[in-house]
Every structure is written in structure tokens, then in C-alpha cells.
């Protein structure tokens, strides 16, 4: 993983972007570092379980969370951020030229307009799981993971994306929980589902 020092230029590349647009909200500029860099990284538990896959999809990218702290810390992973919105893809294209990171491509469509099939598919903060699985289980490779970042509502939206699961053959076969580095108790959840 690369160090601090890197994520540091990071932070303050992503901050001048921010500035331009809203890609957090002011209220959420002190906790960069623990609620969405730290948050996307929480794949790495992910990584150290499963594999360090080789591709990975980032649908409804926004600020680029998870898909440029994992491009980062993660060299050997060609991330592939997508999100509809052109203005938050410049910001990302503007940062990803700033700290030169080679293995990160942006696409600035709609998911359902890629074709190309990946090794993992991630989200976060995006949709119900329902409605992203929808999204996301057609653009995993067969034996693939989609994992979704989830908060406590986690039982109740694994409830009701059973049906949309059915339909892709899909399973949830983990759930990996971890707290995010603040002073309040704010525990998140990788959904972790398998085709």
C-alpha cells in the first residue's frame, strides 16, 4: 500500500477539486480521511478474505469513493470508476492526472451502458441493494463478488433484494462489518455477493 504521504497530496488534490464542486459536503471536509477514505479502503478486508482481484467496476463513483483511495493503494488493480455525471467524472479526471495514477480509467455513462465485465463491482452510497444489484450483478465476470457498502439497514435491504438475487443466481456469502476511525460508533458493512 502506498503511504501516508501520497494519500496526503491525494487529500489535498481531492480538497481543491471540492472546492470547485461538491463532491462531499462541508460538513464531512474534516472527515475525509475517516469517513470516505478509510471507508473505501475497508475493501483491503475484503481483499485479505477473498483475492485482490484484477479488475473492478466502481458504479455511481461521485467523489471517486472507493475507486481512487483503492487505484492508490492498490496499483496492480485496473479500477474502472463510472458515474453520469460529467462534472464529478472532470474532477476525478482532474485528480487522477494531479498524482499521475496509471491504473484508473473514468467513464462517464450510465452503468447500463458498459459492456464490459469485471472481476469485482463496488458501490457505495449509491441505492437501495435491490435496485444496484440490478446494476451490478450483469457486469460481473462469472465468479465475480459485487460488494456493496451498507450501513446498519443492512438485514432489511438484504430482505428485499431476495427476489433480484433469485434472478441473477446470486448470493450474499459474507458480510464483513467494520467501524469507521471516528469518536462516534458508526459501523458499516461490505455485502459481499457472489455469481
Same mark, same amino acid.
Given at each position: 500500500?502506498?503511504?501516508?504521504?501520497?494519500?496526503?497530496?491525494?487529500?489535498?488534490?481531492? /480538497?481543491?477539486?471540492?472546492?470547485?464542486?461538491? /463532491?462531499?459536503?462541508?460538513?464531512? #471536509?474534516?472527515? *475525509?480521511?475517516?469517513?470516505?477514505?478509510?471507508?473505501?479502503? @475497508? *475493501?483491503?478486508?475484503?481483499?485479505?478474505?477473498?483475492?485482490? +482481484?484484477?479488475?473492478?467496476?466502481?458504479?455511481?463513483?461521485?467523489?471517486?469513493?472507493?475507486?481512487?483511495?483503492?487505484?492508490? %493503494?492498490?496499483?496492480?488493480?485496473?479500477?474502472?470508476?463510472?458515474?453520469?455525471?460529467?462534472?464529478?467524472?472532470?474532477?476525478?479526471?482532474?485528480?487522477?492526472? #494531479?498524482?499521475?495514477?496509471?491504473?484508473?480509467?473514468?467513464?462517464? %455513462?450510465?452503468?447500463?451502458?458498459?459492456?464490459?465485465?469485471?472481476?469485482?463491482?463496488?458501490?457505495?452510497?449509491?441505492?437501495?441493494?435491490?435496485?444496484?444489484?440490478?446494476?451490478?450483478? +450483469?457486469? /460481473? =465476470? #462469472?465468479?465475480?463478488?459485487?460488494? @456493496?457498502? =451498507?450501513?446498519?439497514? @443492512?438485514?432489511?435491504?438484504?430482505?428485499?433484494?431476495? +427476489?433480484? *438475487?433469485? =434472478?441473477?443466481? @446470486?448470493?450474499?456469502?459474507?458480510?464483513?462489518?467494520?467501524?469507521? +476511525?471516528?469518536?462516534?460508533?458508526?459501523?458499516?458493512? *461490505?455485502?459481499?455477493?457472489?455469481?
Amino acid at each position: 500500500m502506498k503511504n501516508r504521504d501520497f494519500f496526503r497530496e491525494y487529500i489535498n488534490a481531492f /480538497l481543491e477539486e471540492n472546492a470547485k464542486i461538491n /463532491l462531499i459536503s462541508k460538513n464531512d #471536509k474534516q472527515f *475525509l480521511w475517516e469517513k470516505h477514505i478509510c471507508d473505501s479502503l @475497508a *475493501l483491503e478486508r475484503f481483499f485479505e478474505k477473498y483475492q485482490i +482481484p484484477k479488475t473492478m467496476l466502481d458504479i455511481g463513483t461521485g467523489g471517486g469513493f472507493p475507486s481512487i483511495p483503492v487505484a492508490i %493503494a492498490f496499483p496492480d488493480i485496473k479500477v474502472t470508476a463510472v458515474d453520469s455525471i460529467g462534472k464529478k467524472i472532470r474532477a476525478i479526471d482532474n485528480i487522477k492526472e #494531479k498524482l499521475s495514477i496509471r491504473n484508473l480509467s473514468t467513464i462517464c %455513462a450510465r452503468v447500463e451502458n458498459i459492456n464490459n465485465k469485471f472481476d469485482i463491482v463496488t458501490a457505495r452510497a449509491v441505492s437501495s441493494l435491490d435496485k444496484i444489484c440490478n446494476y451490478a450483478l +450483469p457486469k /460481473l =465476470k #462469472k465468479g465475480g463478488y459485487f460488494i @456493496a457498502f =451498507k450501513s446498519r439497514k @443492512a438485514p432489511e435491504e438484504i430482505k428485499d433484494a431476495e +427476489p433480484v *438475487l433469485k =434472478k441473477y443466481s @446470486a448470493k450474499i456469502i459474507d458480510i464483513i462489518e467494520y467501524k469507521l +476511525p471516528l469518536d462516534e460508533d458508526i459501523t458499516r458493512n *461490505l455485502i459481499i455477493i457472489q455469481i
